[in-house]
């Protein structure tokens, strides 16, 4: 020990201190033992660890998501927030820089969650390469194809996907390849990827053609521990352009909020405008401030 | 959703894209002089990897580029990061109408072109800088006088900020080292701890 005293001064202290209990016990007059016997259980990391243990247990912990008052938060107008973000992706690949927008709602934290597609006035997506599953040279197929699916089969698909090709973003189903599907069992393959076709997410449906055609330019986006993330704009997009999309957005999250059920109560609560590479602004709802500089510079690559 | 404060304070790094080496404004059509005419864009090719000199073209681009950028959004800014080593690293400077009066000076005689910057337009004049071997502080002295870029003057709330941000990491490191400390000495006790029961236990077989 005393070398631990002349190499670690403070690594000493530690040790000292966490062994004084046992000196006093035995060398100390019982004058002060009281006093020290409440100073060593309150030491004992273990008798610590064990209280704290079992007041956990009890408590199941708050109902809704802690969010913290905003009131000191430094927020920004869209166009001083689009600024600082173009800067930090200066010279990053265009096609993969996006910006993104997280929406942060004052929820509880069991109940329904937010989940539902949306379509952009300013599509952020040049494409995204849909796959169908409906029997081959079914009506179904022929329209799906039309409304610009990438692949359409069953067997084909499936053998695809088995031999580790997934060539594309999305997976719709038609209700008839439904037991093929589940025969097939590939959710072990697209489940973790978010792409198996199930009715709750919707992407099981009659009508596929209408379906892939709106998915062709619309963004999936769902609810998660409070907060509903989506890319909202290419990075060449003006501030108007993002403002149209950031607005669509809100309100039909909005909506959504107002279509659950009557007693499950959401707000929008902070909107925080990001990119790929860059920190999070959270956003006050202006457009832009005396020093933003012209919308037109903030246009392009 | 990140913490709340720890998003408020990476926040704080914007700093960094407000002020330092770069923080400068290139001359614009309003701003513009006969010797420094107006810089319409900014191209920068360098290979992925360092050797043959692409260190420090690729340390501008990640210093001094987005700095430039928060101060001049209207100038295009284009990185072309390559796999060819051999090539020679270049910012290309795109100069309205006709090139700065020190751009040739800063050109040097060795005249080298860039097949990955964009084409000009008929009315944009370039100037392609050679980065080879250069450090980006070097680079950025070049750009600067070849431009007439004009420094952005710090405000004193930045500077103080700066100063605050300073403070808070080098008491971290302080901190880091204290908890440190801390952590091995709980350790070492309970390393002794164990090693004094063994030879209890050890005792009592005998």
Redesign the interface.
């Known amino acids: 020990m005393s070398s631990?005293g002349t190499v670690?001064p403070?690594?000493?202290r530690?040790?000292l201190s966490?062994?004084r209990p046992v000196y006093r016990q035995t060398s100390i007059g019982s004058a002060l033992s009281g006093f020290q016997q409440v100073r060593g259980a309150k030491s004992n990391p273990q008798a610590r660890g064990k209280g704290k243990k079992e007041s956990k247990s009890d408590k199941k912990g708050p109902r809704e998501f802690r969010q913290?008052s905003l009131k000191d938060?430094?927020q920004f107008a869209l166009c001083d927030a689009m600024?600082?973000l173009?800067?930090?992706e200066?010279?990053?690949e265009p096609t993969t820089s996006k910006y993104e927008v997280?929406i942060?709602l004052r929820t509880r934290r069991d109940g329904p969650v937010i989940r539902n597609m949306i379509r952009f006035p300013h599509a952020v997506q040049t494409e995204s390469r849909i796959c169908v599953i409906c029997p081959p040279g079914s009506k179904h197929a022929k329209d799906a194809l039309a409304a610009g699916a990438v692949l359409v089969g069953e067997d084909e698909v499936f053998e695809a996907v088995k031999a580790g090709k997934i060539e594309f973003d999305r997976c719709l189903a038609h209700p008839d390849s439904l037991p093929a599907l589940n025969k097939a069992a590939l959710g072990r393959v697209l489940g973790p990827r978010g792409l198996m076709p199930s009715a709750k997410t919707g992407t099981v449906v009659e009508d596929v053609a209408s379906r892939v055609e709106m998915l062709r330019g619309g963004t999936v986006y769902r609810e998660r521990?409070?907060?509903i993330r989506l890319p909202i704009g290419q990075l060449a997009f003006s501030p108007e352009q993002l403002r149209d999309n950031l607005r669509t957005t809100i309100e039909q999250i909005k909506k959504d909020a107002s279509g659950l059920t009557d007693r499950v109560n959401k707000q929008v609560y902070e909107v925080?405008l990001s990119s790929t590479n860059g920190?999070?602004?959270s956003l006050n709802g202006e457009f832009k401030t005396d020093n933003s500089?012209?919308t037109?510079?903030?246009t392009?690559? | 959703?990140?913490n709340?404060f720890k998003?408020?304070r990476?926040?704080k790094?914007?700093l960094d894209?407000r002020t330092g080496l770069g923080a400068a404004i290139f001359p614009n059509p309003t701003s513009a002089t006969k010797e420094f005419p107006p810089v319409t864009r900014l191209h920068?090719t360098y290979a992925r990897k360092i050797y043959n000199g692409h260190q420090g073209a690729r340390h501008f681009?990640r210093n001094c580029?987005?700095?430039?950028?928060?101060h001049n959004?209207?100038v295009?800014?284009?990185?072309q990061q390559t796999e060819d080593q051999s090539l020679t690293p270049s910012l290309t400077i795109y100069f309205a109408e006709r090139l700065s009066s020190t751009a040739p000076a800063i050109i040097g005689s060795k005249k080298i072109s860039d097949k990955h910057a964009p084409a000009p337009e008929s009315s944009e004049k370039i100037a392609v800088v050679d980065l080879k071997d250069l450090t980006y502080k070097e680079i950025w002295s070049r750009v600067q006088a070849a431009t007439g870029a004009e420094e952005v003057r710090t405000s004193a709330e930045d500077e103080a900020e700066r100063k605050r941000l300073d403070a808070i990491t080098a008491k971290a490191g302080k901190d880091r080292e204290?908890i440190q400390?801390?952590r091995?000495?709980?350790k070492?006790?309970e390393r002794m701890l164990a090693e004094a029961r063994g030879e209890v236990e050890k005792m009592k077989e005998l």
């Open positions: 631990y670690l403070a690594a000493a530690a040790i966490s062994c913290k938060v430094e600024q600082y173009r800067a930090v200066v010279g990053r997280h942060r521990d409070a907060v925080v920190p999070g602004f500089p012209e037109s510079a903030l392009g690559l | 959703m990140v709340l998003r408020m990476k926040l790094t914007i894209i920068l681009w580029l987005p700095r430039l950028k928060y959004p209207a295009r800014m284009t990185v204290r400390a801390i091995q000495a709980k070492d006790q």
